[in-house]
């Protein structure tokens, strides 16, 4: 039997270098949902396909759109709690809960970003040093199965299909419902101070030592296109307000992505990055400007408004890697990237740190490590450096993000990730036919 109602569209990964003709639906209850799980087979998860890898979708498969799961189910204010459908997306579930001066500290940087898709891959915000990631703020989740069926998930129902599902990109089933720990916000607007940094080292030491004071979200900004300015940059540090006690809106207008430039040609390249780099030094590392006063959307969503950043990639577009680094093996790290850096000189648009705490396990990007973010224009160059760079994250025990790096091979995965196989077991013990696939867990061997 064949599901009637399927739409086709061309989908691509958010860094293009992944599309696929895809069949989807996007089901509006939970009988609609029950329906198409259960006809169709090769099935995967759709929020709002903004990640970087193909994660919610993969050439053959349906995927489910959760779009229209988009409501709230209840909320208890004085337990400061809420359970909202899985599609929902973060500015929709911020402009309800700022009202009360709530909110979630772990939201990954762009408001469309639905819930179930922050869940799936684990995702982290800014303050990541100071919350971790989006695991800290759930308290339950509801799945539906294709053969499992429903299932409540939490610390004490269902553990181990609770722990495969927060980061299991997708592969356990449907997230319907999803009811958070709320946190208490008590203004929405902050004080930026950025602080000149002349290389990595000092950038590091300063990002290590300020992150652990309470309350305030650092990372920097780093030159990354010729040797010797490599790691000179600005560090930023979002501090909020205490003496407010008010909070706004988020200042989200519909659909932004789609209304973005669409270049066929790229705008970066050495020469341009150069000049973008300079511009950028020269503004934000002004005197004047050292600290100024910015609102909830500048800070929580800071590609809000920037999309064309990644529109200047053209057709071909690029690739993102972001490395959890040891802090034993930090030095070593840098200067093998350097040593390699001189041999292949690639063409880097975005060099960035930040700190992160947690627990790794399992998929999830998550330790008590230092955070490394890296773009690159997509050419031949740039690919043969980070499969050099691949090599050190296995030499060196990084983690590389399997969310933002579409080329990472299943072998920098197997050895990288310490719990592969163990989650591969333990799907197939929940999952033995493997019905939910997307291209990622595919190349990955998942
Ligand atoms: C501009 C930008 C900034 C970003 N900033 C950050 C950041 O700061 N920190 C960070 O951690 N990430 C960040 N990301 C990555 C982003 O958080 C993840 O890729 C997120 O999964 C995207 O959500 P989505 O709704 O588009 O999900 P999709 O891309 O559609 O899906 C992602 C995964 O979630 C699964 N999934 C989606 N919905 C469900 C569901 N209801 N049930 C089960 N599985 C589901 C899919 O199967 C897939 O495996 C950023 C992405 C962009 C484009």
Redesign the pocket.
Known sequence: MKYHNLENKLFFS?DKNYSANVKFNKPDKFRELEKLSIIENNL?????????SP??FGKGSTSIL?TK?NRIVSFDKQNKEITVE??M?LSQLLNFTLKYNLWIPQL???P???L???????????SCAIHG?IRKSIKKIL?FHKNNGWLNLSENENKEIYDL?IGG????????NITFNLAEIKNSRFMTRKTKVANNNDCIKFIKKKSIEKNSFIYSWNIADNINDLGKGIIFENIPIQSENKTDKVNIFDNKLGKYLRLNFPIWNKFTVKIANKVFYLINGNLKRQKNIENFTQVIFP?YGKENY?NFFGKKGFFESQLLIPNENLDLFLDEFKYLFKIHYPTITLFSFKNMSGAQKLLR?EDNKICLTIDYTNNKTNRLFMTEIDKICIKYKILPSL??DSRLQKITFDNCYPNADEFRKKLKLFDKDKI?K?E??LRLGL
């Open positions: 958010f995967i998860n759709t929020g709002s396909n903004l990640s970087y994660l919610s959760l799961f899985a599609g997306t990954p940087g762009y469309f970003i639905t179930g898709g922050a869940i799936a891959t684990n995702a982290h915000g800014k990631t799945i599902t990109l997708g592969l356990t089933g449907t997230i319907v590609f990644f990007f969310i933002k939910y997307s990622t867990s």
